[in-house]
Structures are given as structure tokens and as C-alpha cells.
């Protein structure tokens, strides 16, 4: 029913409207034509399937559009068949729009024939109408409309030719509610449209559903579990269980097949006769281009290479061109840190907005670059069809790990960064596949680790840094794999559906729907992670930051003004050195014609006195930022942060961990890079390392570490809780705290059995300590 | 429009001598006789085109020799091997 609306006494209505049809038909296109940029991307209730709402106006009325996830058919065997079937069945909808490829129009319309069946007003969309005169198809729209008794309106989405009409069409559907304009029904073969007969008169007579009696009727045949429950809550209900059982025996003995097989089987069997009487199939001068682009980007030889050659661009354009806003982000960070600094007195406040916020906030910010870019280009790979390819392409190599060959897209993009490659997991369909996948994608070492490789292995493998850092990779690679095999064998286990795989028309795809996917996914990461790594930035801030007030052994205040006041005594000395030796050279100068200031005797003792004093004054400033950085190590040991890792320096001892370990440990839960700049601080070096910075090598080699424990560090590093933000990433793809949890408690696991592996046999065996 | 032949089975595929999907070469089309498997994925096949008496060619192998690319109803559709060889067809030129 039409919801009323104030403005229902003018004439004027809200109607809601539901867009429903195949993967691959165009509906997005569609939708986003209809509904511009007034678009709302959530969830579904319960489940991790999007749902985008939009509306649009037409001639004075309100049309508010639901975006229906694309499926094959409303049997309600996944996530995305279950929200359709549920949204259509409670009547949510006024006009259900279905979009159809009518370039693969037999089988889109199996999915036709069951939203006819549910009863609902319909407007039946021929998408694609320009792909279908290319394919030689001329449909007969109007002898089409007669024989599923609904509206046909051609459209080309991409160029928005026929939305008009179609505005006009949904309108008029949309006012006739009231008349109950009636769709005709699926014509079965005479044995089945008895048995329906019988069950019908059945279930209208007992009223048992609320929904279209026929198409309960005919889901009774098809043994549907959801209406069978429906059926049996009702009095009577066990009687036509009954009727429905021997009804099914009765079709099943003629058919010789599944009642459900043979409903399906016959729905094609109408739709083909309908095809018979509106379609005429030209094949002459026609060329299927896809299959010719086809010839070469699936090619036996050329496939592979042209997929990896793909993937390196997409890799080098994310990276890349993502590095070059990433430092003006960062630079503006730097300035606005600065200003706010200059602005504020310096004190709590100061810091917990400077270091706090904007520091963690920040430390996300300049991913955003490379984030948007990758979805733009997983955007363009998967409007264009070349994503259902890379599916054909790889499926061999991940169906190893019981994974859909979509999955290895995000896989490869988690030696980027983990975040964008989990929110990527969005492109596989099966909701198994894609928490499998989630939780082993944290296993692909991610370029934030990069730094901290380099930097330990430039330590303590200066001779092979790049084999031990290249083994990582392999580990990585090997640890998802392994925990992939056994996920599957275990805890996702019997969930994996059949690999059937459309392998759609190429099309090229328009910059409008590219930027609003973009978009779309963009703004959930800025909205989603940006408060969580919010939370978490405070909160590591305040254990840096507390208590105040520590107590240090070392009295440094006294340390730097015995330092500060050598080096005064040397400088006096220094000068005085220089005023004896000059006085001396005075008397020993002779000339007339220059002045002894000017003499090359008297300029070469002043360049001698400059270069020592500038030597001594370096020297000191070394110094005393040594001293301060040490002071900063002693205090950061008293901070809450210090005591927590002190804390755990007992459960990571076996490790061959300290507590610097553990605390550069703890803070790269935050984000991994930052275990680099941790060791820069707990070794006096100052927060801007970089990796081969030499304060911080030096300082690991002499804090007592062997190559070993490195070697475990590294390991560690690499498996242990993935960041902060992929964490989010994590909650927020499986949409459950349980995978969320066990993918945290999963890796440190595994991150300290390797770790400990490594640290005990090589200990055992004497090896790099 | 219904000329089931084939008794019905367990497997729905009675003659382990039948010709397989997954027995053509690519270029080759063939008619489909009967699907076997479970329940859910002859459904799934069936929803997707595959019905019984449907042509079906196929296309290619993928590069790593699985999956296989087929054409049925005037559209590209892919399965793996071993799904492949639970449907029976009949050769046809």
C-alpha cells in the first residue's frame, strides 16, 4: 500500500520501489539513474549484504528506491537470495522493477518468473537493449509485456535512453495498486498445475499465508522450508503438508526428478515458449566482442601474464600515485600539529589533541590516497567484466585453499595495506568466502611492516637483509595458505557453495557509476575506521602520556649541566688557546704591507679556532640530545605504556623479548610502522627514524639482542594481531565480534608458536646467537 | 517439452560410460542429458541455465586448465572440472 504522505490530499504520494534482477543486468546503472547521487549505502539487517536506498521525484510524487542485491533466484540458498526473498515476500515494496540483460534475456527471466509468481505489481526492464541489436536479438516488447503481464519498457542504462518512459511506466503501475492490477500466472505442464490446483484451494481456504496463494502453492511443491514452516504454524496446516507430500510423490513419480528440479526445469520450459513467440535471433554480420577480447585476456598462454601485468599496474598505481597526495597530507598534518601547537598552551589538552588525535587520526589520513585509488580501480575492474575473468584466471591456484578465485584479488592487495584489501573481500559472494578470506588476509605482509623488516634485518643481517626479508613474504604467504587449508577444513567448513561463474559481456564502464562506487566505499572506511582509530589513538596516547609525574634514577637535570659545563670549560680553553698562538704569530709577523688580520698566517689560525669550536658545539648538541633521549627511554620504562610491557616481558621472554620487545609490540597494534619509531624513542634516537638509522641499529645490536631473537622478532612482527585498522576492517566485514575475536587471539597464537619455534630449535641448535 | 528418458536415480546419473561435460573439447557442443550431484548444486545449475535437453558448448580451458568456460542460452557461464563431470550430455555436431 501506498504510504500516505500530508501531501496525500493533493495527489501527491510516496511510493517505495524495489529493484530487482540478476548479477551483471545492470541494476546498479540503473538505480544510480533513477536515483543520482541521493543515495544512502547501509547493511541489511543481520547480515553483511549493502543495501542502497535513493529516491527520486517524478510528476509531483516521492519514489523511494531500494537497490535489491543481484541474484539468480529467490530459492533463499545465500545471504544475498534471503534479503530479496524476505523484502518482496512482507511486501515492503509497492512496484518491484526487475532489470533483464535482454541480451541473456532466458535466463534473467527465470528469475521473472518468480517475481511474477509472488504477486507483485511489476515493471519489467529490457536492459541493454543496444547489446542486444548487436547480437542480431529483436524483441518484441509489446507481445512480451502480454505474455508476462506486465509493463516492458526498453532501456540503455549506460546512456539513460527509455528512463523516461520508465518514470512514466512506474508511476502509473505504482497509482493502479488500488485496482490490483493482476500479472498473469506461470503456465505449468497440466500434471503440475493439478497438483498446484489442489494445494491452491487448500491454502486459500484455510487462509494460512498472508502472501500470494499460488505462490505458496507452488513453493509447497518445491519442498521450500521457509513456507513449509509458514504452513505448518497454522491450524490445518499439517493437512496440506499432507496434500503437498503426496502432491510431490504424484509429480515426482510422472517427472521422474526433484519437485523443485521440476518446477525449475519448467519454468524454463515457459519461458522458452514465450521466447518462441517474441524474439526473432538474427545471427548474420554479428560479432561477439567479448568473446574476441576474450580470445586474448583468458587466452591459454597470454591470460597470465596480461593478469599479472594487470595486477603490478594496479599495485604501482596505488602505491604510487597514492604517495604523492600522502605527502602532501602528511606535510599538512605536519603544519597543522604545528599551528595547533603555537596556538595552545603546552599541557594535557595540547598534547591529546597534537599527539593524540591528530597523530593517530593522521596516521590513517594518508592512507586515504591509496585507498580511494584502489577502489577505483577494483571499480573499473569489476564494471568492465575483467573481475568475473580474474576469477576464471585464478580459481586453479585458490580453490588449493578452498577459496572462489575472486579471493586472490584481495589477497595480492594485502601486501598494500590489509584495510582496503579486507573491505575488497565485498566482491566475493559467499559469505563463508569472504570471512575466509578476511581472516587470512592479515597473513599477506602489508607495506607497513616493510620499515620494521628493513630495519631489523639492516641490524643484525646486514650481509642477507634482503633474503630474510624476502622469507617473510614467503612465510606470510605460507601461513595464510596453511590457515586457509585449515579453516576450511574446520571451523568453515561444508559452507562453500558450487563455482558457477557468469562470465558477463565486457563493458566499458562510465566514469559516473565508477566514482560513485568509489565513493561508496571510500566513505565507509573514512566513517568507520576514522572513529575507531580514534578510540584507539587516545587511548595508547594516555598510557604514553601517564602518570605525569615519573621518577628517574639518573638525575638528568644535573647530568646535562655537568655536560653543558665541559664543554663551556673547553670552549674557554679553546679560546684562549687561540689568543696565546695568535699573540705569539703578532710578534712574529713582520711585514708592512698587509695587516696581520689580513695576513694568510692569521687566517689560517682563525680557520683552525672556527673549525674546532664548531666541532665541540656539535659535539655537545649530540650529547645532550643523547642524554634527552635516554631520559625520554627511562621515562617512557615509568609510563603506564612502559609498565604494560614490563608486564608482559615475562610472557615474551621465551621469545628472547624484553620489555622494548613487548612495548614496541603493544604500540604496533596501533599501526605496525610504528614499532620503527617505538625503538627509535626506547633508544634515544628521536621519533623520526627511518630504517637505517644508525642511533637505533647500534642500539639494538648493544640492548643485548642476538640475531636470533631478530630473527624471532621479525617472525613475530610479521603473524602477530594485525593493526588497529584492520581490526576494524575485520569487525566490520565479518560483522561479528566472534571473527573478529578469533582472528586477534588466531594470530598471536600462531605469531608466538613460530616465534618461540624459532627461538627454541635455533637455540637448541646454537644457530645466529 | 518434458521428455525425461532417463529413469530416475540417486545420482541422477545412471551409466558411468555416459559422456561427460567435462569430456569435450574446447569448440565441441554437446546436449544435456542429466545432472547429477546433490540436490542444491543441481538447483544452482539449473537455475543458471543448465537444464536437461539445453545445448551447452564449450568455450576454453582457463590458462591453469580449470575452470572451463561454456556457452549456454547465449551466455558465457564457468565451472570446474570436476562439477563439470557430473552433468552427462550427448555429443552433437
Given amino acids: 500500500m501506498p504510504k500516505k504522505s500530508l501531501w496525500s490530499a493533493l495527489n501527491k504520494m510516496n511510493f517505495s520501489i524495489a529493484v530487482a534482477g540478476n548479477p551483471n543486468c545492470g541494476k546498479t546503472t540503473i538505480f544510480n539513474a533513477l536515483t543520482g547521487a541521493r543515495q544512502h549505502v547501509g547493511n541489511w539487517p543481520g547480515v553483511t549484504v549493502e543495501k542502497k536506498s535513493g529516491h527520486y521525484n517524478y510528476s509531483d510524487n516521492r519514489f523511494n528506491v531500494v537497490d535489491l542485491p543481484g541474484t539468480y533466484s529467490l530459492a533463499a540458498f545465500s545471504a544475498e537470495e534471503t534479503v530479496v526473498r524476505q523484502y518482496l515476500e512482507n511486501d515492503e515494496a509497492d512496484v518491484v522493477v526487475n532489470i533483464i540483460d535482454a541480451s541473456n534475456l532466458e535466463r534473467n527471466l527465470f528469475f521473472t518468473t518468480q517475481l511474477i509468481e509472488l504477486g507483485k505489481p511489476l515493471v519489467i526492464v529490457l536492459n541493454m537493449m543496444d547489446m542486444a541489436r548487436e547480437k542480431g536479438l529483436q524483441i518484441d516488447t509489446d507481445t512480451l509485456a502480454t505474455l508476462l503481464g506486465a509493463p516492458v519498457v526498453p532501456v540503455v542504462g549506460r546512456t539513460g535512453e527509455g528512463l523516461d518512459l520508465l518514470k512514466e511506466k512506474i508511476l502509473r503501475v505504482s497509482k493502479e495498486i488500488s485496482s490490483k492490477a493482476r500479472l498473469i500466472d506461470i503456465s505449468y505442464p497440466r500434471d503440475i498445475e493439478q497438483e498446484i490446483e489442489k494445494l491452491h484451494e487448500l491454502v486459500q481456504k484455510n487462509d494460512v499465508t498472508d502472501k500470494h496463494s499460488r505462490w505458496t502453492s507452488i513453493k509447497l511443491l518445491e519442498s521450500d522450508k521457509q513456507t513449509r514452516d509458514e504452513v505448518r504454524s497454522h491450524t490445518n496446516g499439517t493437512d496440506i503438508l499432507d496434500q503437498a507430500k503426496i502432491s ?33 535471433e538474427d545471427l548474420a554480420d ?4 567479448s568473446r574476441q577480447i576474450d580470445r586474448v585476456l583468458t587466452n591459454r598462454w597470454l591470460g597470465l601474464p596480461i593478469f599479472g601485468l594487470f595486477m603490478w599496474l594496479m599495485f604501482k598505481l596505488t602505491y604510487d600515485i597514492g604517495s604523492i597526495p600522502m605527502d602532501w597530507i602528511d606535510a599538512g598534518l605536519v603544519y597543522l600539529m604545528n599551528s595547533i601547537s603555537g596556538l595552545m598552551p603546552d599541557g594535557m589538552f595540547a598534547s591529546l589533541i597534537v599527539d593524540g588525535v591528530i597523530g593517530g587520526v593522521g596516521a590513517i589520513a594518508v592512507f586515504l590516497p591509496n585507498i580511494f585509488i584502489l577502489f577505483f580501480i577494483i571499480a573499473v575492474l569489476e564494471d568492465s567484466g575483467y573481475m568475473a575473468r580474474v576469477a576464471f584466471i585464478m580459481d586453479r591456484v585458490m580453490h588449493n585453499i578452498g577459496l572462489h578465485g575472486k579471493a586472490f584479488i584481495p589477497m595480492i592487495m594485502g601486501f598494500g595495506c590489509n584495510v582496503p584489501a579486507i573491505m575488497g573481500t565485498r566482491i566475493l559472494e559467499s559469505r563463508r568466502d569472504r570471512i575466509l578470506t578476511v581472516l587470512i588476509n592479515p597473513f599477506m605482509s602489508c607495506s607497513a611492516r616493510l620499515p620494521v623488516y628493513v630495519l631489523v634485518a639492516g641490524a643484525f643481517f646486514p650481509e642477507n637483509a634482503a633474503t630474510v626479508i624476502f622469507s617473510m613474504y614467503v612465510l606470510g604467504i605460507l601461513a595464510a595458505i596453511g590457515s586457509g587449508k585449515l579453516f576450511s577444513q574446520t571451523i568453515l567448513k561444508g559452507m562453500s557453495k558450487p563455482f558457477v561463474l557468469e562470465l558477463p559481456p565486457y563493458q566499458r564502464p562510465t566514469l559516473r557509476s565508477l566514482i560513485l562506487h568509489t565513493w561508496e566505499r571510500g566513505y565507509l ?3 568507520k575506521m576514522g572513529t575507531v582509530i580514534l578510540v584507539g589513538s587516545v587511548i595508547i596516547w594516555v598510557l604514553g602520556y601517564f602518570p605525569t609525574e615519573v621518577e628517574i634514577d639518573r638525575d638528568y637535570v644535573s647530568e646535562r649541566a655537568t655536560v653543558t659545563q665541559g664543554y663551556d670549560t673547553q670552549l674557554v680553553d679553546l679560546e684562549s688557546k687561540f689568543k696565546l698562538s695568535v699573540d705569539k704569530d703578532h710578534r712574529e709577523y713582520h711585514s708592512e704591507m698587509i695587516d ?32 634527552r633521549q635516554q631520559e625520554f627511554g627511562d621515562i617512557t620504562e615509568q609510563k603506564w605504556i612502559g609498565r604494560v610491557g614490563k608486564i ?23 599501526a605496525k610502522e610504528i614499532v620503527v619509531s617505538t625503538y627509535g624513542v626506547l633508544f634515544g634516537v628521536g621519533e623520526n627514524v627511518d630504517e637505517g638509522s644508525h642511533g637505533v641499529i647500534s642500539g639494538l645490536r648493544s640492548s643485548g639482542m642476538t640475531p636470533l631473537v631478530a630473527l624471532s622478532f621479525l617472525v613475530f612482527t610479521l603473524l602477530y594481531t ?48 | 517439452m518434458f521428455n525425461f528418458k532417463r529413469p530416475r536415480h540417486k545420482l541422477h546419473i545412471t551409466d558411468e560410460n555416459d559422456l561427460r561435460l567435462s569430456d569435450l573439447k574446447p569448440g565441441e557442443k554437446g546436449r544435456i542429458i542429466e545432472i547429477g550431484g546433490s540436490e542444491n548444486f543441481r ?27 561454456l556457452i549456454v542460452k547465449g551466455y558465457h557461464l564457468s565451472l570446474r572440472g570436476a562439477d563439470a563431470q557430473k552433468i552427462a550430455v550427448e555429443r552433437i555436431k
Fill in chain 1, 248 to 280: 510431490i510423490d504424484r509429480i515426482e513419480g510422472i517427472f521422474k526428478d526433484t519437485g523443485r528440479a521440476i518446477i525449475s526445469h519448467a519454468r524454463y520450459g515457459f519461458i522458452q515458449g514465450a521466447l518462441r513467440e517474441c524474439v526473432v
Fill in chain 1, 286 to 289: 554479428t560479432v561477439d566482442y
Fill in chain 1, 525 to 527: 572506511f573514512i566513517q
Fill in chain 1, 596 to 627: 696581520y688580520e689580513s695576513s694568510s698566517s692569521f687566517l689560517e689560525l682563525q680557520k683552525q679556532f672556527e673549525e674546532l669550536r664548531d666541532e665541540l658545539s656539535s659535539e655537545q648538541t649530540v650529547a645532550l640530545y643523547s642524554l
Fill in chain 1, 648 to 670: 608482559f616481558e615475562p610472557i615474551v621472554r621465551p621469545l628472547g623479548f624484553t620489555w622494548r620487545e613487548s612495548v614496541a609490540l603493544i604500540t604496533g597494534f596501533v
Fill in chain 1, 722 to 769: 594485525p593493526c588497529l585498522a584492520t581490526v576494524a576492517a575485520i569487525k566490520r566485514e565479518t560483522g561479528t565480534w566472534a571473527y573478529t575475536l578469533f582472528s586477534i587471539g588466531y594470530s598471536l597464537g600462531l605469531a608466538y608458536l613460530l616465534a618461540f619455534g624459532v627461538a627454541y630449535f635455533g637455540g637448541m641448535f646454537n644457530w645466529l646467537s
Fill in chain 2, 43 to 69: 538447483l544452482r545449475l539449473i537455475e543458471m541455465g543448465i537444464t536437461r535437453d539445453a545445448e551447452i558448448s564449450v568455450d576454453k580451458y582457463a590458462p591453469l586448465r580449470d575452470p572451463i568456460e
